[in-house]
């Protein structure tokens, strides 16, 4: 179904304040981790590369499928993936997300950000009709070129591995109604991490791998999207296992 001509209006309007803004928040929230939290992205230059690569050759929509450590993934991965003025370019480069409202909808300065930095929330629980229509507004943005990053883990993980067992069917059904769609997976972690945290430890130096493909099913219905979702949540095990090998652990 077409998303309703308000919903449009509000993301058009919700992306052009992110942009315009952009420079301030996007840029003291960078310098912030980079000179207060002294992060790093480890092969810089390559990630951004290789994620410029891919949005080229891609066909159809870019689905980011990220694991999930820590409360602010999303904004590392932004960081990592294009620079501020790349983002002024093409701030469809930028990718949305889906955060949970009751985690930041009570503090005002959360609420902000989360709005500049295009996020569309959702309510754990939410009824059927809510959910349907944030996935509705998902597949508006991906048809026409923007990013939007899920975590197929549905939460962050407790083990501080990828969770294979107790994941979302989100990005399967996402991918079939976009089909052909290219789910990117993202293994991102700082090499100082050892369990699942709020924030990253100070002076946290971030593992970036990119993989993408396009995740298709021979079943039908209900199966169809679990097993799409099963396809990528493995993807996101085998390269976090590849990251492990490589450090002997």
Same mark, same amino acid.
């Given at each position: 179904?077409?998303?309703?001509?308000?919903?449009?209006?509000?993301?058009?309007?919700?992306?052009?304040?992110?942009?315009?803004?952009?420079?301030?928040? #996007?840029?003291?929230?960078?310098?912030?981790?980079?000179?207060?939290?002294?992060?790093?992205?480890?092969?810089?230059?390559? /990630?951004?590369?290789?994620?410029?690569?891919?949005?080229?050759?891609?066909?159809?929509?870019?689905?980011?499928?990220?694991?999930?450590?820590?409360?602010?993934?999303?904004?590392?991965?932004?960081?990592?993936?294009?620079? /501020?003025?790349?983002?002024?370019?093409?701030?469809?480069?930028?990718?949305?997300?889906?955060?949970?409202?009751?985690?930041?909808?009570?503090?005002?300065?959360?609420?902000?950000?989360?709005?500049?930095?295009?996020?569309?929330?959702?309510?754990?629980?939410?009824?059927?009709?809510?959910?349907?229509?944030?996935?509705?507004?998902?597949?508006?943005?991906?048809?026409? #070129?923007?990013? /939007?990053?899920?975590?197929?883990?549905?939460?962050?993980?407790?083990?501080?591995? /990828?969770?294979?067992?107790?994941?979302?069917?989100?990005?399967?059904?996402?991918?079939?109604?976009?089909?052909?769609?290219?789910?990117?997976?993202?293994?991102?972690? #700082?090499?100082?991490?050892?369990?699942?945290?709020?924030?990253?430890?100070?002076?946290?130096?971030?593992?970036?791998?990119?993989?993408?493909?396009?995740?298709?099913?021979?079943?039908?219905?209900?199966?169809?999207?679990?097993?799409?979702?099963?396809?990528?949540?493995?993807?996101?095990?085998?390269?976090?296992?590849?990251?492990?090998?490589?450090?002997?652990?």
């Amino acid at each position: 179904m077409p998303l309703k001509l308000s919903n449009r209006m509000s993301l058009y309007a919700q992306s052009i304040m992110g942009w315009a803004t952009f420079p301030l928040w #996007g840029g003291g929230i960078i310098a912030a981790m980079r000179l207060f939290k002294r992060y790093q992205i480890d092969g810089l230059a390559e /990630v951004r590369h290789r994620f410029d690569e891919i949005r080229r050759s891609a066909k159809g929509p870019i689905l980011l499928c990220v694991n999930h450590l820590t409360k602010i993934d999303s904004v590392v991965l932004n960081w990592a993936l294009a620079s /501020v003025s790349s983002y002024m370019r093409d701030f469809r480069r930028f990718s949305w997300n889906m955060p949970e409202r009751a985690r930041y909808h009570g503090h005002p300065v959360l609420r902000m950000l989360c709005y500049l930095g295009q996020c569309i929330p959702v309510d754990r629980g939410g009824s059927r009709e809510a959910v349907k229509q944030s996935l509705e507004k998902v597949s508006f943005l991906l048809r026409r #070129g923007h990013m /939007v990053t899920l975590f197929p883990e549905g939460s962050r993980s407790r083990s501080g591995r /990828v969770d294979t067992e107790g994941f979302s069917y989100g990005p399967g059904r996402l991918i079939r109604q976009l089909e052909p769609c290219t789910a990117l997976c993202v293994y991102l972690r #700082g090499h100082n991490q050892v369990d699942a945290t709020s924030l990253p430890p100070r002076g946290a130096k971030f593992y970036l791998q990119m993989d993408a493909f396009q995740p298709t099913s021979a079943q039908n219905g209900l199966r169809a999207t679990r097993d799409i979702a099963a396809q990528i949540v493995h993807k996101l095990s085998q390269m976090e296992q590849a990251y492990f090998a490589a450090r002997g652990q």
